[in-house]
């Protein structure tokens, strides 16, 4: 192998690491916006949160929250990501590598919490493992005698990598339903809804 040859694979390579460095966050539809979002009104026992950059988890938490009648709350870093998707990237990138937890919006009282029995906890897969608000999210919390259920984009890592290591870890004394995890390529989400509600009633928690 040449020195030029050489040269070529090590950028073709790196270019590939990079277009899969954000697992499951694909392209970003345009309509995604930075901005809270806390439904805790309905009389129900479950609740689905969820982190998103591209809007593919939410499309997916809201599917489960309308087939479950669940609670839903949405977890947003206070510095928003760039909408740039090398620079999310990027970014993403060096809170993973110096274990930085970002500020975030959603902050759930124990009162809060309190009422529901289960979790459905969506994210999409960055650098092989939770996306950092989300540690900020489970570090803030206690989920001890709850059941969590996870569902997840990817782009390739369609075990979740290392991020149900990462969620049983934090989400301590929980049931985290491993089993049960809802995995979907990011560019298969917008036609998944009836993928993502079958999910849920096959679980046995549709309404």
């Given at each position: 192998m040449n020195t030029t040859f050489k040269r070529i694979f090590s950028l073709l390579l790196t270019a590939l690491i990079i277009l899969t460095a954000l697992t499951g966050c694909g392209n970003?539809?345009?309509?995604?916006?930075?901005?809270?979002?806390?439904?805790?009104?309905?009389?129900?026992?479950?609740?689905?949160?969820?982190?998103?950059?591209?809007?593919?988890?939410?499309?997916?938490?809201?599917?489960?929250?309308?087939?479950?009648g669940a609670d839903i709350v949405r977890v947003i870093a206070k510095e928003a990501y760039p909408e740039d998707y090398n620079a999310t990237a990027d970014r993403a990138k060096n809170e993973k590598n110096e274990g930085i937890r970002p500020e975030i919006t959603l902050s759930l009282s124990a009162e809060e919490l309190a009422k529901y029995d289960t979790i459905f906890f969506g994210f999409p897969v960055w650098w092989y493992d939770l996306p950092m608000p989300m540690w900020t999210f489970l570090e803030s919390v206690d989920l001890s005698g709850k059941t969590v259920i996870p569902f997840f984009s990817h782009e390739g890592s369609s075990n979740g990598a290392s991020s149900l290591d990462t969620l049983v870890s934090l989400a301590k004394g929980a049931d985290v339903k491993r089993d049960d995890v809802l995995s979907i390529r990011g560019g298969k989400v917008d036609a998944s809804e009836d993928t993502v509600r079958e999910w849920v009633r096959g679980l046995g928690y549709g309404k």
């Amino acid at each position: 192998m040449n020195t030029t040859f050489k040269r070529i694979f090590s950028l073709l390579l790196t270019a590939l690491i990079i277009l899969t460095a954000l697992t499951g966050c694909g392209n970003r539809a345009t309509n995604v916006k930075q901005t809270e979002e806390m439904d805790l009104t309905k009389d129900t026992n479950i609740l689905v949160v969820y982190f998103t950059w591209s809007g593919h988890l939410q499309s997916m938490a809201h599917w489960i929250a309308d087939e479950t009648g669940a609670d839903i709350v949405r977890v947003i870093a206070k510095e928003a990501y760039p909408e740039d998707y090398n620079a999310t990237a990027d970014r993403a990138k060096n809170e993973k590598n110096e274990g930085i937890r970002p500020e975030i919006t959603l902050s759930l009282s124990a009162e809060e919490l309190a009422k529901y029995d289960t979790i459905f906890f969506g994210f999409p897969v960055w650098w092989y493992d939770l996306p950092m608000p989300m540690w900020t999210f489970l570090e803030s919390v206690d989920l001890s005698g709850k059941t969590v259920i996870p569902f997840f984009s990817h782009e390739g890592s369609s075990n979740g990598a290392s991020s149900l290591d990462t969620l049983v870890s934090l989400a301590k004394g929980a049931d985290v339903k491993r089993d049960d995890v809802l995995s979907i390529r990011g560019g298969k989400v917008d036609a998944s809804e009836d993928t993502v509600r079958e999910w849920v009633r096959g679980l046995g928690y549709g309404k």
